[in-house]
T-cell receptor
Framework: GQQLNQSPQSMFIQEGEDVSMNCTSSSIFNTWLWYKQDPGEGPVLLIALYKAGELTSNGRLTAQFGITRKDSFLNISASIPSDVGIYFCAGSPGNQFYFGTGTSLTVIP | NAGVTQTPKFQVLKTGQSMTLQCAQDMNHNSMYWYRQDPGMGLRLIYYSASEGTTDKGEVPNGYNVSRLNKREFSLRLESAAPSQTSVYFC?????????????FGSGTRLTVV
């Protein structure tokens, strides 16, 4: 099955810094989703993107659907300790979602 | 506020034992899914049920069976557990197509097969 390349694998940042992560695929996708997973919990949907070039925000989070339709980006501004967790992307060409391997974010107070 | 409920949260099995992972959702969602999560890999789809009464194989169905008991419940059965099935299992549901609605995930079942 298809796997998405998500980078970076992990990030250690100071509280207040901005964060950027991305996800790329070898195929064109119609939908991109971004999830956050806290330890011991299931992923929770943060943002959904439905067309190329789309830019969508959810509080301090902003995600973009890449113009090539093969990538997506997630930015977190002014990070806070509760942003700690693993962030997953998921993309779908239309029939099934494929998930990235996750970016582990640690925020140092 | 329950959403998707999975039981048990943790389980240790011996190789060859069988067990059923339970999943129930209270959001009146049509579609339900079983994923496994392994270190260094993205979530992989085991089986899904697009609606009550239907089930279909996902990417990694071997060694598993499922039952969509009713609209609320979707169980995953391991008939003869193997160490390769050590994983965290997530059940998810979607109101319709996840392309439109995304998934709502349960909190997972951590399974170890020794």
């Amino acid at each position: 099955g298809q796997q998405l390349n998500q980078s970076p694998q992990s990030m250690f940042i100071q509280e207040g810094e901005d964060v950027s992560m991305n996800c790329t695929s070898s195929s064109i996708f119609n939908t991109w989703l971004w999830y956050k997973q806290d330890p011991g919990e299931g992923p929770v949907l943060l943002i959904a993107l439905y067309k190329a070039g789309e830019l969508t925000s959810n509080g301090r989070l902003t995600a973009q659907f890449g113009i090539t339709r093969k990538d997506s980006f997630l930015n977190i501004s002014a990070s806070i300790p509760s942003d700690v967790g693993i962030y997953f992307c998921a993309g779908s060409p239309g029939n099934q979602f494929y998930f990235g391997t996750g970016t582990s974010l640690t925020v140092i107070p | 506020n329950a959403g998707v409920t999975q039981t048990p949260k943790f389980q240790v099995l011996k190789t060859g034992q069988s067990m059923t992972l339970q999943c129930a959702q209270d959001m009146n969602h049509n579609s339900m899914y079983w994923y496994r999560q392994d270190p260094g890999m993205g979530l992989r789809l085991i089986y899904y049920s697009a609606s009550e009464g239907t089930t279909d194989k996902g990417e990694v169905p071997n060694g598993y069976n499922v039952s969509r008991l009713n609209k609320r419940e979707f169980s995953l059965r391991l008939e003869s557990a193997a160490p390769s099935q050590t994983s965290v299992y997530f059940c998810a549901s979607s109101e319709g197509s996840p392309n439109l609605y995304g998934y709502t995930f349960g909190s997972g079942t951590r399974l170890t097969v020794v």
